[in-house]
């Protein structure tokens, strides 16, 4: 009997060497780069931004307005990527990027359907800090989720505090929250990875104005962004 059970541990010992000897061999390229501490890239995306709008309690008493939302504006983005590994499973990883991005506030009138937009077109100097969990490579592939913050600048921000004074007057500074998920797939030269992030604002981007209406129904406004990038690494 313990001839037996001797057997079957060295053969479930033979078979667990061999699949795992085997998904070491099926990872042909993600061997080359395992072993390097840090490493650049590119990134190149498409985003979709808005804002979460807060009314003031001027919106109640306003009589102008009946409905003030937010829509979506398409942008794209441009970024350099440093990473830095921690271990098998973990990177730090900061992304300076070009944002450009249009969001649109649209206002309702009260007794009508007519609307009025205000259009705000920006561009962005992010710099995210971020930290990557990576899952264990199988087939030259790996799966990742990704989370941390950065710090938003609106280089256009002061030509267009400039224009008409019935602009809505936005801060050029923005802190935002950032969660998003992400594959590697590792090719012979560099690493592809489709990623999908989600950016949340944390700091109120309104400059108050009481004197403009448009501006005096609004309380806060928080910019949210949805992104679809592909990053070139190696």
Same mark, same amino acid.
């Given at each position: 009997?313990?001839?037996?059970?001797?057997?079957?541990?060295?053969?479930?010992?033979?078979?667990?060497?061999?699949?795992?000897?085997?998904?070491?061999?099926?990872?042909?390229?993600?061997?080359?780069?395992?072993?390097?501490?840090?490493?650049?890239?590119?990134?190149?995306?498409?985003?979709?931004?808005?804002?979460?709008?807060?009314?003031?309690?001027?919106?109640?008493?306003?009589?102008?307005?009946?409905? $003030? +939302?937010?829509?979506?504006?398409?942008?794209? @983005? !441009?970024?350099?990527?440093?990473?830095? /590994?921690?271990?098998? &499973?973990? *990177?730090?990883?900061?992304?300076?990027?070009?944002?450009?991005?249009?969001?649109?506030?649209?206002?309702?009138?009260?007794?009508?359907?007519?609307?009025? $937009? +205000?259009?705000?077109?920006?561009?962005?100097? @992010? !710099?995210?800090?971020?930290?990557?969990? /990576?899952?264990?490579? &199988?087939? *030259?592939?790996?799966?990742?989720?990704?989370?941390?913050?950065?710090?938003?600048?609106?280089?256009?921000?002061?030509?267009?505090?400039?224009?008409?004074?019935?602009?809505?007057?936005?801060?050029?500074?923005?802190?935002?929250?950032?969660?998003?998920?992400?594959?590697?797939?590792?090719?012979?030269?560099?690493?592809?990875?489709?990623?999908?992030?989600?950016?949340?604002?944390?700091?109120?981007?309104?400059?108050?104005?009481?004197?403009?209406?448009?501006?005096?129904?609004?309380?806060?406004?928080?910019?949210?962004?949805?992104?679809?990038?592909?990053?070139?690494?190696?």
């Amino acid at each position: 009997m313990n001839c037996l059970r001797l057997f079957g541990f060295l053969l479930l010992g033979f078979f667990l060497t061999t699949e795992m000897q085997a998904q070491t061999l099926q990872n042909y390229n993600f061997n080359q780069f395992q072993n390097r501490p840090y490493y650049f890239g590119i990134s190149l995306g498409y985003n979709s931004s808005n804002f979460k709008i807060s009314h003031s309690t001027d919106f109640i008493k306003n009589d102008s307005y009946r409905l $003030t +939302e937010a829509i979506n504006g398409p942008g794209f @983005e !441009i970024g350099v990527i440093g990473n830095l /590994k921690f271990g098998d &499973y973990f *990177d730090f990883r900061m992304v300076p990027t070009f944002v450009f991005t249009e969001r649109t506030i649209q206002y309702t009138a009260v007794n009508s359907d007519d609307t009025h $937009t +205000e259009r705000l077109e920006s561009v962005f100097v @992010e !710099i995210p800090f971020l930290l990557r969990f /990576k899952s264990h490579p &199988y087939k *030259d592939k790996r799966f990742y989720v990704i989370a941390g913050v950065k710090y938003n600048y609106d280089l256009q921000n002061n030509s267009r505090t400039r224009q008409a004074e019935n602009i809505i007057q936005i801060s050029p500074h923005d802190y935002q929250a950032v969660a998003g998920f992400g594959m590697q797939i590792f090719l012979p030269y560099f690493i592809l990875s489709p990623q999908i992030t989600f950016s949340h604002g944390l700091s109120n981007s309104l400059i108050i104005n009481k004197s403009l209406e448009e501006a005096s129904v609004l309380e806060k406004i928080l910019s949210r962004t949805i992104s679809f990038s592909i990053l070139f690494e190696g």
